[in-house]
């Protein structure tokens, strides 16, 4: 969704194609990533992405649609936590170049809502 001009919109149209007891997870580099190195972690990284998300307003739009939120915060996997610093070096590896966007679990780049839509 931080690469659409009308993600708020889309996201509404999404949400109004869910079924009752249906879920859905959305995703989203956090404000947090703007304070973060350059190099794979800053919001900035990608030039694609043109609209910083919260929280706050995610779960807002859920909410204004049925929706009930299960679980909000900051992408925090174990299993990607152990991944992230094999995916660095990989990339290092493959590519041969420096990024730092195989650590963003670490670095709590992520956010996201769950959430299930009423009955």
């Not at 190099?39 to 990608?46: H, I, K, R, T, V």
């Not at 909410?63 to 174990?78: E, P, Q, R, T, W």
């Not at 991944?83 to 963003?104: C, D, E, H, N, Y």
Request: aromatic fraction near 10%; glycine fraction near 8%; proline fraction near 3%.
């Amino acid at each position: 969704i931080e690469h659409l001009r009308n993600s708020l919109e889309v996201l509404t149209e999404v949400l109004g194609k869910v079924k009752s007891g249906g879920r859905i997870y959305v995703e989203f580099p956090s404000p947090r990533s703007l304070s973060l190195p350059r190099g794979g972690l800053n919001f900035f990284d990608d030039h694609s992405h043109i609209r910083i998300c919260h929280i706050q307003e995610i779960s807002g739009i859920l909410l204004s649609n049925n929706f009930k939120i299960i679980k909000a915060g900051v992408c925090s996997s174990a299993i990607r936590k152990l991944i992230s610093p094999i995916q660095f070096f990989r990339v290092m590896l493959i590519q041969k170049k420096l990024t730092l966007a195989g650590l963003w679990d670490l670095f709590g780049f992520a956010d996201f809502v769950y959430a299930v839509k009423c009955e």
